[in-house]
Every structure is written in C-alpha cells, then in structure tokens.
C-alpha cells in the first residue's frame, strides 16, 4: 500500500504524540508500506520569523511570503523539520531520503498573487506534479520526506507552497492508496466550535460547497482543498484525522473525516 502523510507544524511536537506517530510509520515502513511525508512546519516558521522581527500576514491559511521570509521558511522547512524526520526516522531503523519539491522538479508551482487584496509574493500553488523522483526512492525502499517547496515554473525561484497543497497534489499523481492528513483536531466539524460535530464522510461536491459557503476557515481551507485536489488527481481514499498513538490505523479504519469521489 502507497500512503502520502500529510504531518503538519502543529501535529509535530511532543504535545501532539509526534514520538507515536513517528513510531507508528517506522512500524508501517518496517512492515512493507510505501510512505511519503509530506510535512509542514508553519509553528516552527512562526517562531523563526518571530526570532527575526519578520512580519508577515496569513490571508486565507496562506503565510504572505517576502524575499526574506521565504528565505526563512526554506531554511526551516528544509534544512531543520526535513533533517530533523530523516533522523528520527533513522533512529527508529528506517532508511530515509528527505527532499523539497524542488528536487528532481517534482513539484512545479506559480505565484498566487494578490489574494484578498495582499500581494502573497513568493507563495506558490502547484501547477504540476512529476512524482518520478520520489517514486524512484520509493522503489529503493527508502521513506521520502518532503518540504513543500516548488519551482516557479519558468523562473526556477523557490515558491513556499502551503504543505496541505503540496501534499494533496502529490498524493494525486502518486495515485496514493491512501493521503492520510494528521492534524491537531480529531477531525473536520460542522462546527468549528462543537467538537462532536466531526463530519464522518464527505463527497468532493460536498466538500467543495463547503469550502464556498465558509464551514472551514484558516489553515481547513488549503486542507480540505488539498483532500478535494487527491481525490481528483486519483488517490483512492482520503482522510483527516488527529494526531496520537495509532494515528494513521486509527484514520484507515475510520476516525476522523473520509472525503470521497461520490456519495456513499
Ligand atoms: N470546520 C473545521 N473543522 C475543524 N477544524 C477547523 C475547521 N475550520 C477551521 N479549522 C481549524 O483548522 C485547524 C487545523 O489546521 P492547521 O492549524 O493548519 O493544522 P496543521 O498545522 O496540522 O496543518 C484546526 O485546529 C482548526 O482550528
Ligand atoms: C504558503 C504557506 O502558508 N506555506 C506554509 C508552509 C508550511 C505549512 O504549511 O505548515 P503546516 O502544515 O504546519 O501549517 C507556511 O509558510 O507556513
């Protein structure tokens, strides 16, 4: 089975049972299963921004992204969470390559642009995937970690691609058996505000109008539409679900949120 994690910022500290999820794919990867990481960082961003007096705004889930704060993020996302996955993977047994989606152009993005009015700089949306690099290090039997960076397409630039994005797309064109997103709630609500209003399952149409009628708001909004983004680029299941010890099981038996090509 091919599973694409999406493991956020959030559901990456020692809080957030990051020790047990980190286990949990060391045993998967042990026992046969195919496993691309695809992982944020947005929390340790923030503090690093912060440590710099860099300030930038969130429009819409998506971080505002100057020269210097992409310099940040590509420094963090690459060279601190990235490095820092591959040795605890390593620790655990189990060989790893840690990427961006810059390497081997596996993921080729465009600005965003002005969103809300705000100039988002160097924030990319992906405009096409080549999964080969990564289905090459799969087939050598490595796990492959993957900072959501890109290439501007045409200019080579280095564009900060929110990591839901980047992992949705290449759960796609990996025609993933499973994009399995591990988050900080134990599923996607009705209502942010009623935590038993996790929604069980959910079709692409639905999920779509929800995104239009604003049920999801901060960083849902690229999550859900990165689940929307698998489901249509061919992955075969797609689920939100929180973190914690049998975190990834736990979602393929059925916690958290199931989105789905059709109604069932
Ligand atoms: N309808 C919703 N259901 C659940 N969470 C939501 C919803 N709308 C917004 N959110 C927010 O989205 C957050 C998860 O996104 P985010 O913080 O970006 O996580 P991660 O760091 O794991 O990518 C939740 O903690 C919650 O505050
Ligand atoms: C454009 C954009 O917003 N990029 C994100 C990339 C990291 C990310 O998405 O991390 P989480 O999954 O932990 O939120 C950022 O700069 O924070």
Known sequence: MLIVLKYGGNAMTAEAGADATLDEVAGLARGGERIVIVHGGGPQIDAELRAKAIVEPRVAGLRATGGAARDVVEYVLCGTVNKALVRALAARGVPAVGISGEDGGVLSARRV?????VDLGYVGEVASVDPSAVAALLDAGFVVVVAPL???????????????????????????????????????RRDLHDPSSVIPRIDVA?????????????????????????????????????????AI?????????????SPR
């Open 206 to 246: 639905e999920a779509r109008a929800m995104l239009a009628d604003g049920t999801f708001t901060d960083g849902m909004i690229p999550k859900m539409a990165a689940a929307v983004a698998a489901i249509d680029g061919g992955a075969r299941r797609a689920v939100v679900a929180g973190a914690g010890n049998g």
């Open 113 to 117: 642009g002005r969103v809300e009015g």
């Open 150 to 188: 890109a290439l501007e397409a045409g200019t080579h630039a280095a564009l900060n691609c929110n990591a839901d994005t980047a992992a949705g797309a290449i759960a796609g064109a990996l025609r993933a058996d499973a994009y399995v997103v591990i988050t900080n709630v134990a599923g996607v």
């Open 249 to 261: 099981a736990r979602a393929l038996a059925g916690e958290g949120t199931e989105i789905t090509a």
